[in-house]
């Protein structure tokens, strides 16, 4: 397979003053691209800032001969997502890439969950992600090119304790993915990307007793068996294809853990069909839950108009259409 690069082009990462968002970073400067390395370098669950933490990437890339800036704007305000985007057109004239992984936590029990807690990462993971990719992918539709990658989460997809604020804002990565792909001129693409990996600056309050201290305990029984492969750059590889031209499909969402790469997707059971006006009782759904569930027969509908079709594909089965 040819070599891929990013020669001439420009990309934008957010978050990316340590962990995963360093890894995208010097991975795209090897391979080419002029990289703005966004970092508000606050703390683990969103206060503070400090430019430290994206000086030091920028340093690093360009001691290796590489191009790239720094940019300290938070993604939580239209401002700054606006800022960051205009930082990669002043300094390179474009932007083909972003790979929007800004995040933040605020880990507690579903029950304890303050309003605070909930804005704080709602802020940063749902409307970060609009805030900056919005004004990218304006910039893309102009130039007629542009590769869009939302950094999602397993929490996010399959769910981890401790982790309602953080979960059901990275879910929100797979809606806003779906909506772009169907909106997208051809040559701007949007995907998901679900990774796991050691090293990252995300964490829980400062203080915090570890209510999800069972989890993590079970998990790394598990991890264990693959610790080698959860270094960042594994994730990186994944990450930057995405990013990259020979990435040109969307509504993708992929998973990289502990070496393993895997596709992930929404399915949807052949079900039952009810056919006529007369909406079925309550009883009859339940009778035919077996049928409902079953799995073994399923569609990937990619919008709702494709879920459609799939009820007159079961009317043609009877016969109806």
């Not at 203080?207 to 270094?231: N, T």
């Not at 960042?232 to 992929?254: E, H, I, L």
């Amino acid at each position: 397979m040819d070599r891929i690069d990013f020669n001439g082009q420009v990309a934008v990462v957010t978050g990316a003053g340590g962990g995963l968002g360093k890894a995208f970073c010097l991975e795209l400067a090897r391979r080419g691209a002029a990289v703005v390395v966004n970092d508000l370098g606050g703390s683990t669950t969103g206060e503070g800032s400090s430019a430290t933490f994206a000086d030091a990437v920028v340093d690093e890339i360009r001691a290796a001969g590489g191009q790239a800036v720094a940019n300290y704007d938070s993604v939580a305000t239209e401002a700054g997502g606006a800022a960051i985007i205009e930082t990669a057109l002043r300094q390179f004239g474009r932007v083909d890439a972003v790979i929007s992984n800004a995040g933040n936590q605020r880990n507690g029990r579903f029950g304890e969950l303050t309003e605070a807690d909930i804005d704080a990462v709602y802020n940063v993971h749902v409307k970060g992600t609009f805030f900056v990719t919005q004004p990218a992918y304006r910039q893309m539709v102009k130039q007629g090119y542009g590769r869009i990658v939302l950094v999602s989460s397993q929490s996010g997809i399959f769910g981890n304790p401790i982790r309602a604020n953080y979960g059901s804002a990275k879910t929100a990565m797979i809606g806003l993915m779906n909506v772009i792909a169907q909106e997208a001129p051809p040559g701007v693409t949007v995907n998901c990307l679900f990774p796991n990996a050691t090293g990252g600056r995300l964490g829980g309050k400062p203080g915090d007793v570890r209510p999800d201290a069972e989890f993590l305990a079970a998990a790394g029984q598990r991890s264990r068996h693959y610790i080698q492969g959860m270094q960042p750059d594994f994730v990186a590889a994944m990450g930057c294809y995405m990013a990259s031209r020979a990435c040109d499909s969307s509504q993708n969402m992929y998973s990289v853990l502990g070496g393993k790469y895997s596709r992930i997707f929404v399915g949807l059971t052949e079900g039952w069909y009810q056919p006529g006006s007369v909406a079925p009782a309550v009883e009859d759904v339940a009778a035919h839950l077996a049928q409902i569930d079953d799995r073994t027969r399923y569609d990937v509908p990619r919008s709702g108009l494709e879920e459609m079709d799939t009820v007159i594909a079961a009317q043609r089965r009877l016969g109806l259409a």
